[in-house]
């Protein structure tokens, strides 16, 4: 492969595509040929799908040959996390407990992404049934991060992040339900956006939480996530141009900056003042109600993935991850009334958040408290892996919690993102708001 195709995102690949200047058959069998002969391709992909792929590309370099492309990223190839059904493909969402699981039909989103032409490479590593934020899973792979293949890449969306990262696809798709597009982002330095909850199509897409599950872009800039947001719905990708930070109301959520550890910190830090510099207004608080939500969780998230899934673990739980197969079951212990008490809560709670920030364009916090854990320590030490657990996934969480869009975007520091929280059904105004961020920032 070109050694310049590799660092290229989709947006200035689907360019050089019409322009003449690549070959999208080329182009795919580069990046076929890149995973074939990479040492960690076997921890990052668990299908890979050479066949689809080339005749996919084959059908986008004809189409480019006779100028009838579909759009700005036919012919770009792009990786899929292992819980979006690819018809032929085995597609177990990371668990033992679905192993042979192979789907007749794609998801809608990948069908919609087929329809405006991209390639899809094949499916990438994950959290078990998506249940964790740090990408650890020893039942089938745990993908390198970027900085260093001995620690966590963060999950759940570990694939798509590790394939992306390390040049073996332009960017991944995966999905977010506590932080699961956003932290494996940070993790590896990449741009990640969390979709409102309804936003894209989630038929064909393995659940974890259905009322929380989302489907988001991990890439290499905010147009690429913009323009990846457009194609798995079929939309009009937003307007990027004229963008400017001069005269944005933004509040830092002190809540959840105070004990950020050195590296997420001083990354966040600088973030803010280049922001300011750029003539954001940055105020800091707090919002009322976020704690209430907060001790919502464990009730709203394991008792809906328990739920989900009690069935097929009680099948067969020596399958599953010892620490994953606890997460699970730590949903049985609440009542129905309970779960229901607590959704009509948080409905509330949402309520008070959106009067409390709707004078800000976004509230903004470090997208993870932490750096990526190390992966062997996390194996043999109890008390390591749940508080990094926790904490990894703490912050992300409150996107989800409220119903919102989210973005994040690196800071400069290894390891580390700045996230935007915006308006549910916001992606639009937040991807704006985003790409001055990543222009103040560049």
Partial sequence: MRDDWQTLGVADLGRAIGAGEIDPAELTEAYLEAIAGHEYAGRIYSVVTPERARAEAAAASERARLGVRRGLLDGVPLSWKDLFDSAGDETKSGSDLLAGRVPDE??????????????????????????????????????????????????????????????????????????????????????????????????????????????????????????????????????????????????????????????????????????????????????????????????????????????????????????????????AGFAAADYVSAWQFLDHLRGDWAAQVAGYDAVLLPTAPNLPPHAGRLMEDDDYYVTENLLTLRNTRVGNLMGLSALTIPTGVPGTGIMLLGQPFGEEALLRIGKAVETALA
Avoid at 277 to 298: C, F, K
Avoid at 319 to 329: A, C, H, N, S, T
Wanted: aromatic share 6%; hydrophobic share 40%.
């Fill in 106 to 331: 794609d998801c809608e989103v990948l069908a919609n992404a087929t329809r405006a032409g991209m390639v899809c490479l094949g499916k990438t590593h994950m959290s078990e049934l998506a249940f964790s934020g740090l990408g650890i899973n020893p039942v089938t792979e745990t993908p390198p991060n970027i900085h260093d293949p001995e620690l966590v890449p963060g999950g759940s969306s570990s694939g798509a992040a590790a394939s992306t990262a390390w040049g073996l696809a332009p960017a991944g798709i995966g999905s977010d339900t506590g932080g699961s597009v956003r932290i494996p982002s940070a993790f590896n330095d990449l741009v990640g956006l969390k979709t409102t909850s309804g936003r894209l199509s989630l038929t064909g897409v393995v659940p974890l939480c259905a009322r929380f599950d989302t489907v988001g872009p991990l890439a290499k800039s905010v147009e690429d996530c913009a323009l990846l947001l457009a194609v798995m719905e079929g939309s009009k990708p937003t307007d990027l141009e004229g963008v400017s930070l001069k005269g944005r109301r933004f509040l830092v959520l002190d809540t959840y900056t105070d004990d950020v550890r050195e590296e997420p910190a001083a990354g966040f830090a600088h973030a803010i003042d280049r922001m300011a510099q750029a003539g954001a207004q940055i105020s800091h608080g707090t919002v009322d109600g976020i704690e209430a939500a907060m001790d919502l969780s464990p009730i709203l998230f394991t008792s809906e993935a328990y739920g989900t899934w009690k069935h097929a673990i009680e099948a067969a739980p020596e399958k599953m991850f010892p620490r994953i197969l606890d997460r699970f079951r730590s949903g």
